[in-house]
């Protein structure tokens, strides 16, 4: 093949091959941009459609529950027919223990109604959407439910796609193939739609033929409705077939240019091979003409060019020199931003072995006992004392050459005589040491450096210089830094999750230490406990003596949980004054006895504060506890949280100081919205029906007898918002107000009792 074909077959594929790959990633790149932010808006859209439902079923409960709440069947059509008047639900229905009406409000939505929780199918098209709750009478018999409903239709689907910004489609639940009950979707694509949907399951995405994507949504518990959402790709049309002609486009007018270069190239090419061999038999007065100003005129200027500069050549090398030392302080201050010290420290010391032609080197930092511990090496197996590894070099500060250059802050370089390497250092002949020190810090002997940058026998024999110093000093800086930065960050990252006030871990780290030790107990077959403590009548503690007072009194209560929990136990504050702690492989036996404990170290001994007026005060202090077991009382680290709580409660209405176990699992499956089903627990005064010890005896004023919890609010004092209180589940022989309340229920942050 000649050389203009051999020039011409390049310089297309130099060309075309860079033309395809570019039109292969722009289309690829193209489609899948379009289909991923086409998937984020839907997964946006679902996860709007959960919460607008949620917040659906929620008010529905809301109004719901506002009606059990009425004594008796008159007030009830009253409460009713204020829920529907204020828009609260559509239509309200009373029903008895045998499922029979007894009450129903005019114009309500047609039955049978989609229930929130999805467990029960309604067997047709969705008519509408309603929450039931029990109806109890205040002896806690049960009377029978109260379901508020809201209509689904047309305006209802078309407030869900206004919310979500996506065309929504509700489905015909009925057997057999998907049929439309409401839709947003423009009857050109609505066939479309369905057909793509017909094989979806779980949260896939998939497309129809025009490009729109479709994603369906529910029936699930918490989202009991069929839907498909979709939204239509932004993808410009004609894409493939504008990228295909201007490929052949491109190719064309290579094929042409190609040609024309090679053979107005090859001429010069002659004559450049002509001088090489001129230069090559130690001609270096050949000069090659320049006919041109393109490639090869550059060429032959090029050439001249370097004839002419050869006798520079020493003086260029060593400018190249002082230019990597240059690029290497860059990547010393791009290191110095990272947290991963090993990494950096490998990276710094490779990069000074690299720049100053050294065979081998280590970093050292030092530690508590005044110690040089080894971080990283290079080049140092076979140069370390017998039986030393050479990441474990370990060498006093003040001994040998390294300890000296840690204990004054003074680098030093030379060479070691033969046989008189310092004990504990590796083998070497030459050496160059720089300490680094904290930024800020002093490199002068009057401040101990906290590390230091060793390298050994430079290559060719020479001893290190002063350049390879000052290259050294540079490292050691970025060094110095880098140990600083991640220092800082591990600090930032420990106050980020620890409580301030009293030192323990804050509610940010419970949620992921419930979670780890929850997975831990379950994979070993374990228990864990859980204890949430509350300071009984806090609040009086404040408004008696001040927050400087309360602030203290949760210090020492801290101080006093870390002194009667073993090392493997977790305590938090979880807000305000109460606590939690996790009792890893504990049963509730144990988690008793650690309760009976922490009761004890509380009571038997009053706080002493600073008063009004700087005078000393005692405050005697108590607290309750509730108990709960992983996994004997909830399946999740959410639901046995919520069961130790509700005995909290138990413990509470029991008269405080003491504590409760949580008696009930949970035995229904957690919803999908993330709430939790409360645990009924015992409430009373006297021990567990399990015999476990209480922490102290009831005081003497007090019988055994069961207090029943805080009275709710009535009826008509539920926000217009269509929210609910959380309340606490009574134990047998409780008497509670009737109707019940199923909501989410946030984390407790201060009670003040």
Known sequence: MTLRGRLTAAFLTVVLGPVLLGAVFVGTTLSTVDRSRSTERLGLAASAVRTSIDALCQQLRAAADAVALRPDPATRAGAAGQVVSRGLAAGVLVTDVAGGTTYATPGGPATPWQDCTGTARSGGPVRALSAR??????????????????????????????????????????????????????????????????????????????GRYVRRLGPTPGQPLPLLLSVAGERPSGLPAALVGAVLLAAVLAVLTAWRLARVTTRPLVELAGAVDRVARGDLTARVPVRSRDEIGRLAAAFNRMIRETAGYVTALTSSRDQLRGHLGVLGDTLASTHDLQRILRVILHSAIAATGARAG???????????????????????????????LRVPVGAGVVGAVAATGEPQRGRVPSGATPPGEPWCETYVAVPFTAPGGDATGRDPAVGVLVLYDRLGGDEFDDDDLATLRTFAGHTAVAVENVRVHEEAQ???????????????YLRESLRREVERASRFGRMLSILVLDLDRFKTVNDSYGHAAGDAVLAEFARRVRGEIREVDLAFRQGGEEFVVLLPETDARGAATVAERLGAAVRETPVVVAGHAGVPTTIAVSVSIGIAVYPDHASTGAEVLDAAD?????????????????????????????????????????????????????????????????????????????????????APGVTQPGGASSGPHPPRQSRGR
């Open 133 to 210: 709750v029990d109806l109890r009478d205040p002896a806690g018999t049960p009377l029978g439910t109260v379901a508020a409903a809201e209509v689904v239709d047309p305006a209802f689907v078309a407030r869900l796609a206004a919310a979500t910004g996506v065309a929504v489609t509700l489905l015909d639940d009925a057997d057999g193939p998907d049929r439309i009950t409401h839709t947003t979707e423009t009857r050109r694509v609505r066939e479309e739609v369905l057909a793509a949907a017909g094989g979806l399951d779980g949260d896939r995405v998939t497309t129809t033929p025009d």
């Open 646 to 730: 509700e005995a909290l409660y138990a413990a509470k209405g029991a008269g405080r100081d003491g504590y409760r176990v949580a008696t009930t699992r949970h035995r229904t499956a957690p919803p999908r919205d993330g709430t939790a089903a409360e645990v009924a627990v015992p409430a009373g005064a006297t021990s567990p029906d399990d015999g476990l010890p209480r922490a102290g005896p009831p005081p003497a004023d007090r019988p055994p007898t069961h207090r029943p919890p805080p009275d709710r609010a009535p009826a008509d004092d539920l926000p217009a918002d269509g929210s609910t209180g959380r309340h606490a589940v009574g």
């Open 494 to 508: 420990r106050l980020s999750l620890t409580d301030p006030l009293t030192g323990l871990w804050n509610y940010r």
């Open 362 to 392: 280590a970093v050292l930092l030092r530690d508590d006992t005044a110690t040089l511990v080894g971080q990283c090496a290079e080049g140092l197996a076979g140069r370390c004392p017998a039986g030393t590894e050479p990441e474990e």
